[in-house]
């Protein structure tokens, strides 16, 4: 099991710059892969982006060029840049953890979010 504690969300102007962390509790090295997660009011929760163990990261569309995803392995924690923000990534971030076990099932593990509003 892993915990997941976010921070680093707020109230920004459009075209602004917020970072959110990520602390686990254990080595994200024995993490599968981390990652970011947000949820909109009145939408599902959607893909923003991760970073596996081998550093390989994967974002999406909508993110691509204005968010990086990063890690600093020795504070245990993942970084999401978000740069260029617009109105429409205002939602909860969520922090996600997928853990393998030996029948190479993955579980979840998410963190309680934070939330980023991007006023126009």
């Known amino acids: 099991q892993v915990q997941l504690v976010e921070s680093g969300g707020g109230l920004v102007q459009a075209g602004g710059s917020l970072r959110l962390s990520c602390a686990a509790s254990?080595?994200?090295?024995?993490?599968?892969?981390m990652g970011w997660y947000r949820q909109a009011p009145g939408k599902q929760r959607e893909f923003v982006a991760d970073i596996t163990g081998g550093d390989t990261t994967n974002y999406a569309d909508s993110v691509k060029g204005r968010f990086t995803i990063s890690r600093e392995n020795a504070k245990n924690t993942v970084y999401l840049q978000m740069n260029s923000l617009k109105s429409e990534d205002t939602a909860v971030y969520y922090c996600n953890a997928k853990i393998r076990d030996y029948t190479f099932r993955y579980y979840d593990y998410w963190g309680q979010g934070t939330q980023v509003t991007v006023s126009s």
């Open positions: 254990r080595s994200i090295l024995s993490l599968n892969a």
